[in-house]
């Protein structure tokens, strides 16, 4: 099931490549309104989730690349092993790798992740997230959501 992959590689391009447009357009904190509940907000975040261990003093910046990519790859040796009538099971896992490695390359080339999708209601912000968290949560979703529908394993 490692066809699916290429998912993986385009949530990486087109993460990227929104995040490029994104620092070369705004500045940081730098808001455009597109929506009544939507913006495009630069921020950059060094931490995990919800800026997670931001503030720790830049260790965090290696665990999470570290962490990142031993994730990607037990996710994909689990996809290898998944049966072709596991499709939604594989997109699924696609998706996190896909959106894990975005974050990955972050890190790695800018020390910190960058967020620039920022949705709202009233005066409560959500915090800002990029493509690779959106991939990562909908795969989440989709992994969940099929683990449900499929019938428990005896053992």
Known sequence: MLKYLW??????????????VMVNW???YETVPVMPFFNLTLAHN???????LAGAGGWQRWFFVVLAVLV?????????????????EAISLALIIGGAIGNVMDRLVYGYVVDFLDVYVGTYHW???NIAD??????AILLIMDSF?????KR
């Open 7 to 20: 998912l993986s590689l385009t949530v990486f391009i087109i993460d990227q490549i929104s995040k490029t």
């Open 72 to 88: 990607s790859l037990v996710l994909a040796v689990w996809m290898r092993r998944l049966s072709s009538a596991d499709k939604v």
């Open 134 to 139: 959106s991939a990562i949560c909908i795969g």
């Open 149 to 153: 529908r499929k019938p428990a394993v």
């Open 26 to 28: 705004l500045s940081l």
């Open 127 to 129: 915090p800002a997230f």
């Open 46 to 52: 060094t931490g995990a989730a919800f800026s997670f």
